[in-house]
């Protein structure tokens, strides 16, 4: 069965730190672009950052120098470490394996201020 998994979300106050995690199962990470994207209330979704097969990895703007996109090849998992998390940063955070069209459940990250 082909599938992903994420975990992390979580409150956490302005300024600090979470790490999503996105687990797959079906699919190999290491041959494919997988990416993140989230979905604030009343928003469109937007792509929040990808690695590609070779590990290039690209952000959007918003969270450049804050996010970090990684994966773990042996553990067929990807990861997202925040830090400096910022309001606007609240959403619903997903994993999405391109090649396949595949959206995990997502994972609820809520910042206050």
């Known amino acids: 069965q082909v599938q992903l998994v994420e975990s992390g979300g979580g409150l956490v106050q302005a300024g600090g730190s979470l790490r999503l995690s996105c687990a797959a199962s079906?699919?190999?990470?290491?041959?494919?672009?997988i990416s993140w994207y989230r979905q604030a209330p009343e928003k469109q979704r937007e792509l929040v950052a990808s690695?590609?097969?070779?590990?290039?990895?690209n952000y959007a703007d918003s969270v450049k120098g804050r996010f970090t996109i990684s994966r773990d090849n042996a553990k067929n998992t990807m990861y997202l470490q925040m830090n400096s998390l910022k309001p606007e940063d609240t959403a619903v955070y997903y994993c999405?394996?391109?090649?396949?069209?595949?959206w995990g459940q997502g994972t609820q990250v809520n910042v206050s201020s």
């Open positions: 999405y394996a391109i090649r396949y069209g595949l």
């Open positions: 690695i590609s097969r070779s590990g290039s990895t």
């Open positions: 079906g699919i190999t990470f290491s041959a494919n672009t």
